[in-house]
């Protein structure tokens, strides 16, 4: 139906996306009796905008009740209105407005999906566990076997089962589906280096291509992020085929990114054999101590090195 001119489109409210407008009643609940949802994929964060949550809140009370389920024992658990609780205890409220509803786990887990997937400026990592919460929810929903979870590689058989789901949630959320599954991909990060995303120290596609690298080399390139700056995607690319074609070594690691750096070339060594260093050393020293004196001679070396040149002489 087409609207007519000045008439005012009526916008979806929160109460109306969880399912619970003109339907239940909302009660005040004490917030001692109410659990954070298991796994909470996003972040409650004391800044500008839980200031003016708070602000809002103390001239107009909480206006739209939050969302929970009974667990047992006279406790709840949050399925939407973590900040709005969140801000409420700030406050030193006792109690929040809620509407008491009963659900499965897996329709828990897509309806705090749901209320909070349409916030703006979500961090990717809220995104990611976000999109692989709901995908496996709805999976299981669908009746298949717990057991198939999101595969480790993006060419595995077992994803085909999955197309569906995703294609589903990627229409939900407004991404394609290759898109939730490069989102699902950084799970599979180190947190260290998942923050990293979220602070856009490294870029999108390069988090996802790292992601299928081993967690042990992800430390590895954790340290070498945290001491050099980001890396580039052709860089990953080149140490995962690295990988595959035989074991990697820290040391390797840095050599073969540092090689690869745009303007530098291919780096190479200068080692010598301990045979060869015992020649100049009294047979009593530890390679400690001979490391060390090579240390001091190649410090005093350099200075000697730093020649003043005269002012009055051109260069």
Known sequence: MKTRAGQKIRLTSVEELLGVANEESAMDLEIAKIRPFKDHPFKVLDDEKMQDLMESIQINGILSPVLVRPIGNDTYEMVSGHRRMHAAMMLDMDTVPAIIREMTDDEAVVKMVDANIQREELLPSEKAFAYKMKLEAMRRSAGRPKKDSIPVSENSAQFGRNLEAADMVGEQVGESRM????????????????????????????????????????????????????????????????????????AKMITLLNGSQPGKGTSSKLTFTERKLREYFPATYTTTEMRNIIEDLLQDWKEHQEIDIPEDEEV
């Open 179 to 250: 898109q939730v599954r490069r989102y699902i991909r950084l799970t599979e990060l180190i947190p260290e280096l998942l923050d990293y995303v979220d602070q856009k120290r490294i870029q999108f596609t390069v988090a996802v291509e790292i992601s299928y690298i081993d967690q042990e080399v992800q430390k590895w390139l954790y340290e070498y992020i945290k001491d050099n700056g980001a890396v580039k995607l052709n860089q990953i690319s080149l140490l995962r085929t690295q990988m595959q074609t035989g074991a990697i070594t820290q």
